[in-house]
């Protein structure tokens, strides 16, 4: 099931052990290599220390909190060496630039849908700039037209292939 981001986070993080909120979920850990959701970083209730919740620490989600075992099923980010790589990236997917192949600026990322079973993002929506929006209000992008992901932007490939369009238009 495709899920936009914004319902996944500020939700709380339940200890299924004591049954309270542990935490709060700020924001996505993003895999940029996968475009893999690998965890997400939370605030700690206790002592608003920034913790780490891997997304295989997750017992369950109901729609609206996480529940883990308990306190523990959180890290510090310094504690989870197999992704120092991706936390040192800071990578951050709202507001980076798309452009197609051709080089040609789609617009920039504003909100994207996450399988929440694999947690793969798997469409990003792309608002165009404001000449272009009096046309189309944003651009859905499957993860399949992803050509490359760098640290500044995003290549997809270009949007007419023999007179059609490959990107879907959301209103």
Do not use: W
């Given at each position: 099931?495709?899920?936009l981001?914004?319902?996944?986070?500020?939700?709380?993080?339940?200890?299924?052990?004591s049954?309270t909120?542990?935490?709060?979920?700020?924001s996505?850990l993003?895999?940029?290599?996968?475009l893999?959701i690998e965890?997400?970083?939370?605030?700690?209730?206790?002592?608003?220390?920034?913790?780490?919740?891997?997304?295989?620490?997750?017992?369950?989600?109901n729609?609206s909190a996480?529940?883990v075992?308990?306190?523990?099923a959180?890290?510090?980010?310094?504690?989870?060496?197999?992704?120092?790589?991706v936390?040192?990236?800071?990578w951050?997917?709202?507001?980076?630039p798309?452009?197609?192949?051709?080089?040609q600026?789609?617009?920039?990322v504003?909100?994207?849908?996450?399988e929440?079973e694999?947690?793969?993002?798997q469409?990003?929506?792309?608002?165009?700039?404001l000449?272009?929006?009096?046309k189309?209000?944003?651009?859905?992008?499957?993860?399949?037209?992803?050509?490359?992901?760098?640290?500044?932007?995003?290549?997809?490939?270009?949007?007419?292939?023999?007179?059609?369009?490959?990107?879907?238009?959301?209103?």
């Open positions: 099931m495709l899920k981001i914004n319902s996944l986070i500020d939700k709380p993080v339940l200890s299924f052990r049954g909120a542990i935490a709060t979920v700020q996505p993003i895999n940029p290599d996968n893999k965890g997400f970083y939370c605030k700690d209730r206790f002592h608003n220390n920034p913790l780490i919740m891997l997304y295989s620490d997750i017992r369950d989600f729609g996480y529940f075992n308990d306190i523990d959180l890290s510090e980010p310094e504690e989870l060496v197999r992704l120092k790589k936390i040192d990236a800071e951050i997917l709202d507001g980076k798309v452009y197609t192949v051709s080089k600026k789609v617009g920039k504003n909100d994207y849908a996450v929440v694999t947690m793969y993002i469409k990003l929506y792309v608002s165009q700039n000449l272009k929006n009096f189309l209000s944003s651009l859905s992008i499957d993860r399949s037209q992803i050509q490359e992901i760098t640290d500044k932007r995003i290549v997809i490939q270009d949007l007419v292939a023999g007179g059609q369009v490959t990107a879907t238009v959301a209103a």
